[in-house]
């Protein structure tokens, strides 16, 4: 008899966007010509670089050729990418990272999703609250969660409370923790942290034996000086972190798809006899049994976006972005909410009106205004009473439900 694993039945049956979309298409069918304006999910509105696009067409054509095609390339990732991203990701700020300690993928999702295979089922993980959904199921589909109650709280994790009467700066856990999830500039919130606040969890996993599992897919949007790019920048994260980066929201690649994660050798975990093994090693085991490598031609895309060219391109849609951030930001705020975020990040994170829940609120949004955001609860119980407005969309729209807001 086959047997599934038990851990996917426990998990909600409808991944959050998804219900989002069905609510959008319900509303759609009830009202065809109603102006919808999307600010929910993080997607792109701007095409990709040319720089980008012109190096896949010269890959793409290359791919014609029996002298220049590319078949299986290596799993890690092509050393053209890798070194473009060690020169100017890393080196150019000062930060020691190595060629080998960089994995090429197909995307920050599908490696903070996955890098928990080669974690024992028996660690202790902490998760910050609201956080991006894909942390929370991924680690109850391979059993480190335990049980859900009916508000989706789940046993075995620990919880670590982002709101505002902490300012939305998470608190070291009471307990030890093994794994620790951290996203800043953060996904939902938009909030960061500072270096100092950084260096806590940094000296917290030094103290504990613990690894922080740190998402860095925004930090192209950093605008102040004290707020950290990478963990790297943090005194001793090279022995306890892993980083995870991406081109989707940076370049545009969210429908292309390519994004690294770096492990540096230095970081180790522990075996079940107390061995010390370098996870550099387990990651490129991973990663090599079970991904044969992004494609050449995306690959050749991402390298482009470190050109001359490619870096104003994306600077430019980094600051077009940015700017749609501020027009939120401000509009919400004369609006008269209580807004988090938008400066160092494309979401901003909005306070629903009072005696109003998240959903409660998004269907009112929806079907009012014709405005799609993303509830907070969806992003964990600490999420209620919020909304997340997206800043990518184009200029046009987003001042255009501002105003909607306004009335």
Known sequence: MAQINDNFIKIPATYLFSEIA????????????????????????????????????????????AKTFRGYGPEQGYAFLR????????????????????????????????????FSVNNRVAITDPSYPVYVDTNAMG????????????????????????????????????????????????????????????????????????????????TEENVPRSIYEVEGAREVALEFRSFSKTAGFTGTRCGYTVVPKTVMAFSEN?????????????????????????????????????????????????????????????AGYTIYGGKNAPYVWAKAPEGMGSWEYFDYLLKEKNIVTTPGAGFGLSGEGFVRFSAFGSREATIEALKRLEK
């Open 22 to 65: 069905k609510r959008v298409a319900q509303h759609k069918e009830a009202n065809p010509d109603a102006p919808i304006i999307r600010m929910g999910i993080g997607d792109v509105s701007l095409p990709l670089p040319d720089a980008s696009v012109d190096a896949m067409i010269k890959a793409a054509e290359e791919q014609r050729h």
């Open 274 to 334: 107390g061995e010390k093994v370098a996870l550099n090693k387990l990651w490129n085991r991973r990663h090599s049994t079970k991904f044969n490598g992004t494609s050449y031609v995306v690959q050749r895309a991402a390298e482009a976006t470190f050109s001359p060219e490619g870096k104003k391109q994306v600077k430019a849609l980094i600051e077009f972005y940015t700017e749609n951030a501020r027009i939120i930001r401000e509009g919400l705020e004369k």
């Open 143 to 222: 059993g480190r969660a335990g049980e859900p109650n009916e508000q989706n709280v789940w046993s075995n994790l620990v919880y670590l409370p982002c709101n505002m009467a902490n300012n939305f700066v998470p608190q070291l856990p009471d307990e030890k923790i093994d794994l620790i999830y951290l996203c800043y500039p953060n996904n939902p919130t938009g909030t960061t942290l500072t270096h100092a606040q950084l260096k806590v969890w940094v000296d917290y996993a030094k103290a504990n034996n613990s690894i922080i599992l740190f998402d860095a897919a925004y930090e192209a949007f950093i």
């Open 83 to 118: 070194d473009a991203i060690v020169a100017n990701d890393f080196a150019a700020k000062g930060l020691d990272i190595e060629a080998d300690e960089i994995f090429v993928s197909d995307g920050a999702k599908s490696d903070t999703g996955n890098i928990g295979d080669i």
